[in-house]
Structures are given as C-alpha cells and as structure tokens.
C-alpha cells in the first residue's frame, strides 16, 4: 500500500474495524518515509525498462536454474518472450533483514 488511512467509521461499514497501514510508503500524517523513495525508484525503471512489463520466470534460485554465490540472497531470472531480454531480481533471503 503507498497510502492509506484510518477512516474512525466514516465510509466502510459500521462493524467493521479499519485501520492505518503502518507499513504505507506514506504515514498517516502525510510524511514520507524511506519506502516512498524506493517506490519512486521502482517506478523510475518500469517507465524506461518496458521490456520488464512482460516477463515469465524462467528459474530462481531455490529450484537451482540461477546460482548465487557470495551471501545469503534470493534470485529470480525472468525474460521477456517476444524480445527475449532477460532480468535478474536478486533480494536478500531473509525478507527481514535490512
């Protein structure tokens, strides 16, 4: 979610509880946080990676179709079917680590 607030029983149903996502590249209070600029950056390369936007995952690393080696991290190859570009999304395996 990039935005989201608490709506205190206004607009949804009255029994139902609402509440603010706290993990909104935005607060509540209408602030920035640091997910916004990655969001921003994100949405900086889908603009100008088009190929990116029509992709089928080929392999990753837990099936062993993509080695990764040096650390403890995730990746997905994906390749566009038409163009046959092909893309590497490499994450950290622990999804809570910083």
Excluded: C
């Excluded at 650390?71 to 994906?78: H, R, V």
């Amino acid at each position: 979610m990039v935005y989201g607030g608490t709506s205190w029983g206004h607009l949804p149903f009255h029994k139902v509880y609402t509440s603010y996502d706290n993990g909104a590249a935005i607060t509540e209070a209408r602030a920035l946080t640091p997910k916004y600029t990655e969001l921003k950056l994100q949405g900086l390369f889908l603009r100008s990676a088009v190929e990116f936007l029509v992709t089928d995952v080929v392999g990753n690393s837990t099936d062993g179709t993509v080695a990764v080696s040096g650390g403890p991290a995730y990746a997905t190859f994906l390749r566009n079917p038409e163009s046959k570009s092909g893309f590497y999304v490499v994450r950290q395996a622990d999804s809570t680590s910083t």
